[in-house]
Nanobody
Framework: QVQLVESGGGLVQAGGSLRLSCAAS????????MGWFRQAPGKEREFVSA????????RYADSVKGRFTISRENGKNTVYLQMNSLKPEDTAVYYC?????????????????WGQGTQVTVSS
């Protein structure tokens, strides 16, 4: 099992940047593919980005491609989401999630573990 804790959320103006972190517990962290999802009020949880266990493959939702960057440091049991050029529509609770290695899945299905979420609010 793995426990995930997100941090780094906050309030920023449009055009600003934030870096989210997801700290994971467990000796087998590096065997998991990791993903970031977000959920705005009244909307379904949606895929944002994912990265394979090795970091060799990444995937992004079209809405964030070119603005967000996912990375991981397995030695620190941490996954990051660097968010640049933030827009008000990026406002949501952001969750990190883990699944067994197998690819950068873009749906919530298959992800076994979830963090509690961190709020990101982007104002004009």
């Amino acid at each position: 099992q793995v426990q995930l804790v997100e941090s780094g959320g906050g309030l920023v103006q449009a055009g600003g940047s934030l870096r989210l972190s997801c700290a994971a517990s467990g000796r087998t962290f590096s065997t998991y593919d990791m993903g970031w999802f977000r959920q705005a009020p009244g909307k379904e949880r949606e895929f944002v980005s994912a990265i394979t266990w090795s970091g060799g493959s990444t995937r992004y939702a079209d809405s964030v491609k070119g603005r967000f960057t996912i990375s991981r440091e397995n030695g620190k049991n941490t996954v990051y989401l660097q968010m640049n050029s933030l827009k008000p529509e990026d406002t949501a609770v952001y969750y990190c999630a883990a699944k067994n290695a197998g690819g950068t899945a873009a749906t919530v299905y298959g992800y076994l573990y979830w963090g509690q979420g961190t709020q990101v609010t982007v104002s004009s």
